[in-house]
Structure formats: C-alpha cells, structure tokens
Antibody, heavy 124, light 106 residues
Framework: QVQLVESGGGVVQPGKSLRLSCAASGFRFTSYGMHWVRQAPGKGLEGLATTSYDGGEKFYADSVKGRLTISRDNYKNTVYLQINSLRPEDTAVYYC?????????????????WGRGTLVTVSS | SYELTQPPSLSVSPGQAASFACSGDKLGDKHVFWYQQKPGQSPLLVIYYNDRRPLEIPERFSGSNSGDTATLTISETQAMDEADYYCQAWDRTTAVFGGGTKLTVL
C-alpha cells in the first residue's frame, strides 16, 4: 500500500525543538523527492521544505529558513523535519508529501501523494 | 514574495458547473496545480501542469491557465465535491498556495 505516515507531533513549549518523521511505504522511496507542508488550524497551506531524492539538495521557504532542517534516511524510507525555537505561530498540522519525481534543482516539482499529517501545538 | 489569490467561497447546485479562480502576477507563465481537501483529510492532487488530470480524478475536473488567472472547473458538480480547493505554484523553490476556496454544494 502506497502511503506516508507522519509522527512526532504533540504539545511543545515555546523555544523548544521537535523532530517530525514521515515513514514511506509501498513505493521506491529512493527515487522521489520529498516535501513538508503545514496548515495552521482553520488556515491554508504553507510550503516549508524540500529534499531531493538522494538528500543532496535541500530547499527552504524564506519564512522558516534557519529554524527548520529537512533530512532523509533512504535506508529507513523516512524523511524528517527538525524545527527549532518553536513559536506559537508554528502550531499547525504538518504534512509530508511526495514529489512526482526526484525534486532536483531545475526540474518541475509537484505533490502527488500526501500523508495524513501530524499536529504540532506550541503552548506553555 | 509571490502571492496567489482565491475567492474564499463558492456555492453551486448539484449538476451545475463550478469555476474556481486563482490569480497571480503573470501566473500564465508558471505551472499551476490544484488540490482538493475535504474536512479532516489531507490534500489530494486534482490538476497538475495547469490542465492535466491524474488518472484517478474524474473527467469532470479540468483546468486552464492564461494571463494572470488560472481556473479549475468542475463540469457537473456532485455533493461529494464539497471541499476546499487550493491552487499552487512555485516561486523558485518555494511552494506558494492560494488561500483556498470553500465549495458548498447546495
């Protein structure tokens, strides 16, 4: 079964860090780029970060650059998102999404498969 | 930074056509993607590269993109189509989404 399953969310205090995981199954993980997208409660979607199929290229939205780190482990079929210095405005459902291809620079990207998301709540 | 604008809501009767607008500066020069999100669910790709439809998406979904406006059209809207619809484009390497349009099927 082709799927993405996120984990690692929860209630976190402001200023703390958190690492989210996204486990992939049912497809050749090493062939695909991966993305993270978030959605604040009742709000729209926000693109955060992208990693190429081999982890050699990483890209970040300007709004989060410096606080987020995307990484992947192709042996574990898992992509990660490290979020540092959490703020209340980081409260959101965090989705991982598969790219339709390798997500290398200069190619065309889009999200062809989404996980169900994991909720991160930043509150004291 | 690049911005995409969508009207917040749209209401249609079953069987009518629903047209969703998405506007952005010279949007026609970019590829536009459309995602459907039903309550409590993750987004689902319904249109890619402006007008292409994934195999699992019904033929009643279509898209176009020209000038400053992209359009998603559902030709004969069904109750199951009730959802939020988001347009998306790329600003260099950042995914930019419109604010979404909530479709109500009366």
């Amino acid at each position: 079964q082709v799927q993405l399953v996120e984990s690692g969310g929860g209630v976190v205090q402001p200023g703390k860090s958190l690492r989210l995981s996204c486990a992939a199954s049912g497809f050749r993980f090493t062939s695909y780029g991966m993305h993270w997208v978030r959605q604040a409660p009742g709000k729209g979607l926000e693109g955060l970060a992208t990693t190429s199929y081999d982890g050699g290229e990483k890209f970040y939205a300007d709004s989060v650059k410096g606080r987020l780190t995307i990484s992947r482990d192709n042996y574990k079929n898992t992509v990660y998102l490290q979020i540092n210095s959490l703020r209340p405005e980081d409260t959101a459902v965090y989705y991982c999404a598969r790219d339709h291809a390798g997500a290398v620079a200069g190619s065309s990207w889009y999200f062809d498969l989404w996980g169900r998301g994991t909720l991160v709540t930043v509150s004291s | 930074s690049y911005e995409l604008t969508q009207p917040p809501s749209l209401s249609v009767s079953p069987g009518q056509a629903a047209s969703f607008a998405c506007s952005g500066d010279k949007l026609g020069d970019k590829h536009v993607f459309w995602y459907q999100q039903k309550p409590g669910q993750s987004p689902l790709l319904v249109i890619y590269y402006n007008d292409r439809r994934p195999l699992e998406i019904p033929e009643r979904f279509s898209g176009s993109n020209s000038g400053d406006t992209a359009t998603l059209t559902i030709s004969e809207t069904q109750a199951m189509d009730e959802a939020d619809y988001y347009c998306q484009a790329w600003d260099r390497t950042t995914a930019v989404f419109g604010g979404g349009t909530k479709l109500t099927v009366l």
